[in-house]
């Protein structure tokens, strides 16, 4: 398997791990009465298990892209946005002469 694919599954399971932790402090600390809500509703299963992929699914791509911002390298770190070497224009307006016929 790639080392991408590896890296990938790795953050995935990291940021759905995180994610249930998340949805179990939600439940646990009761915010907005979510565990009353779970608890006492048929389909409450179904509710913290949809809450927990969605969680799932942001958590994991937030995970993977701070994985993979990190991997620059200490050279990579004088590229971003300077232009020093370019000068500077400054623009000057320029005046049009507009003619209008009278009606």
């Known amino acids: 398997m ?3 694919v590896k890296l990938y599954i790795t ?27 779970v ?3 048929d389909a409450g ?3 913290v298990i949809v809450l927990w992929f969605a969680n799932g699914i942001v958590f994991s791509g937030v995970q993977f892209a701070i994985t993979i911002m990190r991997m ?10 300077k232009r020093d070497d370019l000068p500077l224009v400054a623009l000057e307006p320029v005046p049009v002469e507009v003619t209008a016929k009278r009606r």
Request: aromatic fraction near 10%; hydrophobic fraction near 50%.
């Open 11 to 37: 953050q995935v399971l990291i940021g759905f791990a995180i994610a249930a932790g998340f949805v179990g402090m939600l439940l646990y600390f009761n915010v907005a009465n979510l565990w009353h809500l």
């Open 72 to 81: 620059a390298d200490s050279e990579d770190e004088d590229q971003g946005g």
């Open 2 to 4: 790639p080392k991408l």
């Open 39 to 41: 608890t006492h509703n």
């Open 45 to 47: 299963i179904i509710a």
